[in-house]
T-cell receptor, first 114, second 113 residues
């Protein structure tokens, strides 16, 4: 069994400020973890993924996430927010086994203020 | 790579009518997923296929919903009869393996009046 909790359905930051979007997971087997971004009227796009290699994962658009097994977390960060980062962000977990499927969090809407 | 292609982008229909949504996955991807997204319920997995075979349809709301994948390059999601509560954005996604990243289409926005 697996689940994902995204803390905070809405996050607002000023342009240039740090972005921190929180994701905690539970999984009965070693997980693969993903962050996706969804812009208005579009499907989800992969930002980055963790698949049991390096715990600090770098993705597109300057985002990165760190896998912390002890905290069961996979928080998404970006040092300096840009107006174009305004979107909805989804964390997802998949089992690192031969079967199963991704489970998505409820999403966090990021607003960037000028 | 054209990505996952969904049609139509928008569909407006009257209650009781049949609706068919279409999806062409990325070539070489063995898994195909149908999701529904609403403000109230977020992103819900309806059904997924592996090598054209339905694996898990536990998310399909009721018998009015059906999905098929007659070949590796095409899938349909049908609602018959449609109801206003079916109004949502329906996404198709595909992946190479069950735990690979998903590639989403741009969705079909369905409005049932």
């Amino acid at each position: 069994a697996q689940s994902v909790t995204q803390l905070g359905s809405h996050v607002s930051v000023s342009e240039g400020a740090l972005v921190l979007l929180r994701c905690n997971y539970s999984s009965s087997v070693p997980p693969y973890l993903f962050w996706y971004v969804q812009y208005p009227n579009q499907g989800l796009q992969l930002l980055l993924k963790y698949t049991s290699a390096a715990t600090l994962v770098k993705g597109i658009n300057g985002f990165e996430a760190e896998f912390k097994k002890s905290e069961t977390s996979f928080h998404l960060t970006k040092p300096s927010a840009h107006m174009s980062d305004a979107a909805e962000y989804f964390c997802a977990v998949s089992p690192n086994t031969n079967a199963g499927k991704s489970t998505f969090g409820d999403g966090t809407t990021l607003t960037v203020k000028p | 790579d054209a990505g996952v292609i969904q049609s139509p982008r928008h569909e407006v229909t009257e209650m009781g009518q049949e609706v068919t949504l279409r999806c062409k996955p990325i070539s070489g991807h063995d898994y195909l997923f149908w999701y529904r997204q609403t403000m109230m319920r977020g992103l819900e997995l309806l059904i997924y296929f592996n090598n054209n075979v339905p694996i898990d349809d536990s998310g399909m709301p009721e018998d009015r919903f059906s999905a098929k994948m007659p070949n590796a390059s095409f899938s349909t999601l049908k609602i018959q009869p449609s109801e206003p509560r079916d109004s949502a954005v329906y996404f198709c996604a595909s992946s190479r393996h069950h735990n690979s990243p998903l590639h989403f289409g741009n969705g079909t926005r369905l409005t049932v009046t």
